[in-house]
């Protein structure tokens, strides 16, 4: 056995010797009241040789050798007993078999098997208990506590499992960094009790009297059952308490670690109050397990989650493709790190360039093609109308007519809230988006639309950009009191997308539910209140005015369209009629491919978006008589 080399398994070996010798002694003391006679004290000198190596024996047996005792539990306790119990049944039989065993009272047994229970199990014990505690073993003693000078005081929200996991993993710091004064509940429960010695000190009435009592620095929230109500209300109170807030992370944060090490800051996305995302794991992982997958647009916010969530179901190729060459060597890079059987493949190419598109189409032919290669900034695509088609429209054309040609199983488009009724240019030319990929359902290609609003945290969204202004001391800036938009997570929003892509059969427009939308005023303020300082008065909320073609509030739907459930809670399907018929579709792609071409006005362009999208309320329309000169430029009729 390669636990012989380890010196420590001598020393345990030596000790377990003594302390069955002890054992099997005491037992003989207790029976007899420590006056045993010769006869007996005979039996015992004739028997303990046996006796010390039957129940090293049994315990070898149970591998209570192979353990390590500075984290023994309940389980190894349970294994002593067990080997305990077979190591004097097993001397037992020997006795029967040499005769001794009339000879020696049953009562002595019994004892001995007491004691070595006791002895055995409290030597793993206290091999524990130095380890975990140390020096500070005596702390645990209320009265002989030492105060900890580096130590945060803290309060522990909740009394759960979550809870007593958080305080001994605490306790069990060599380093000593917190010191837990007290449990508190939302409600009050159970007030009064302890839980390893600490106690419950009330509810969260008594915040305040308990932190200013205890001095307490940080309250760490471990109650998965916490909504987002009590965190916003607490966090109302931390800047005038000077109580910093942490939140004991969910089951998936805390796989690779312990709740201690995870802890970690509040986060916008833990005050949505949205219920967790559940993915058909297998339903997704048999659209893409050994398949070759691509990602347009694979390095910005989207594109790169939807390729840490897809290289986890074990494609066989995954085609990175995107213009941007610093952010795709870096999510290269990351996916690099991923331990996978996955051939990563980064490809610089353009949506615009149906040549640059062409060779990675014509070199891996994949299997499914998230299109996630959008201009996407509003204000910017109100400046540059003929690039924000350029790429939104005609590059999605370009893909989609792509994956046709190289027969793609399934093609899905990402695209966004701005698309319904829109009111800016963005916001139309991904609803053209739509159309175009709509229009080719019907063949071997399967394609789908994915429609949602915002996702927290995506390059240029509005929580990094409060961040930085809060970070620099204000102001931050706000559009309009009353703007509303939809939020969901970067990693919600893509697992939606991945169980769309996975349950579509061609055609459909999927909308991904968003929840209750958020007014970014309240937003501005719990993000300055999460940085431990006091609105309008540490950092000031200015109101600035809408943008050219921002809207009050976002809309899911269109009027004309219905929605019809799926077997998914958060995905719904959008069906609705054509608003163009196929001809006139991409009679209109013609003109818009000439007049950039042509290097057209800007307004040309805004009046043809205008008469594509019914319901677009874009400010500046151009007039009529321009757009048909532009056509008149290129010998081409505005009804052509």
Not at 448 to 460: H, K, M, P, T
Request: hydrophobic share 45%.
């Amino acid at each position: 056995m390669d636990v012989i080399k380890h010196k420590n398994f001598w020393v345990i070996l030596a000790a377990d010797f003594i302390l069955l010798g002890l054992a099997y002694f005491m037992a003989y003391w207790l029976r007899f009241d420590g006056q045993a006679s010769g006869e007996f004290m005979h039996l015992f000198y004739l028997t303990i040789v046996p006796c010390l190596v039957i129940k090293v024996g049994a315990f070898s047996f149970f591998d209570l050798y192979r353990g390590m005792w500075r984290y023994a539990g309940i389980k190894d306790l349970v294994n002593i007993a067990k080997a305990s119990v077979a190591g004097s049944l097993a001397f037992v039989v020997y006795l029967a078999m040499l005769h001794h065993f009339s000879g020696i009272p049953r009562s002595v047994l019994m004892i001995d098997c007491l004691m070595t229970v006791i002895l055995i199990g409290g030597l793993r014990l206290a091999i524990r208990i130095y380890y975990q505690h140390g020096p500070d073993f005596f702390d645990e003693i209320h009265f002989l506590r030492k105060q900890h000078v580096k130590s945060r005081r803290v309060l522990i929200l909740g009394t759960g499992l979550l809870a007593e996991r958080l305080l001994r993993e605490i306790n069990d710091d060599s380093d000593r960094l917190m010191q837990v004064v007290g449990f508190i509940e939302p409600a009050s429960h159970h007030c009064g009790m302890k839980i390893h010695g600490v106690p419950i000190l009330g509810d969260l009435d008594e915040l305040r009297r308990l932190v200013d009592f205890y001095k307490v620095q940080e309250l760490l929230i471990a109650d998965p059952s916490i909504v987002s109500s009590v965190i916003e209300d607490l966090i109302e109170k931390s800047a005038e308490l000077k109580l910093v807030i942490k939140l004991v992370p969910s089951l998936n944060e805390r796989l690779n670690s312990g709740a201690l090490a995870q802890l970690r800051a509040i986060r916008v996305e833990d005050l949505l109050n949205r219920e967790p995302v559940t993915l058909d794991m297998e339903l997704v992982r048999g659209e893409i397990e050994g398949k070759c997958v691509m990602i347009s647009g694979a390095a910005g916010s989207i594109g790169s989650e939807i390729a840490r969530q897809v290289i986890k179901f074990g494609p066989r190729d995954l085609v990175l493709v995107d213009n941007a060459e610093t952010p795709l060597y870096h999510i290269d890079l990351e996916l690099g790190d991923i331990t996978t059987s996955a051939s990563v493949w980064p490809c610089i190419g353009d949506v615009r360039s149906r040549r640059s598109l062409e060779r990675i189409f014509k070199r891996f032919r994949p299997d499914v093609v998230y299109h996630a290669a959008a201009y996407k900034h509003v204000p910017m695509m109100e400046r540059a109308p003929l690039d924000a088609v350029q790429n939104n429209v005609m590059g999605t054309y370009k893909m989609a007519s792509l994956a046709c040609k190289y027969k793609v199983n399934k093609f899905v488009m990402i695209s966004t809230d701005k698309a319904v009724r829109p009111t800016s240019v963005m916001g139309a030319t991904k609803r053209i988006a739509e159309m175009v990929v709509q229009s080719l359902a019907g063949g071997a290609t399967r394609f789908a639309v994915v429609r949602f609003g915002n996702v927290l945290g995506s390059n240029g969204s509005v929580v990094p950009l409060f961040e930085q202004q809060i970070a620099a001391g204000g102001p931050v800036t706000v559009t309009h009191p009353e703007v509303t938009r939809y939020f969901m997570t970067i990693p919600e929003a893509v697992t939606l997308v991945l169980q769309a892509g996975a349950i579509c059969k061609g055609g459909e427009l999927f909308l991904l539910d968003m929840g209750k939308p958020v007014k970014i005023a309240d937003l501005a303020h719990k993000m300055i209140r999460l940085s431990g300082k006091v609105p309008d008065e540490d950092i000031q909320i200015e109101f600035v005015g809408l943008r050219p073609g921002e809207k009050l509030y976002e809309e899911l739907l269109i009027e004309s369209e219905r929605v019809v459930d799926t077997a998914f809670d958060k995905i719904k399907i959008c069906n609705s009629s054509r608003a163009i018929e196929d001809e006139e579709l991409y009679g209109y792609l013609e003109k818009f491919r000439l007049l950039i071409d042509g290097g057209a006005d800007q307004d040309s362009c805004r009046g043809l978006l205008k008469m594509m999208v019914p319901g677009c309320h874009m400010a500046a329309i151009g007039k009529s008589e321009v757009i048909k000169k532009a056509w008149e430029v290129r010998g081409v009729g505005c009804d052509s």
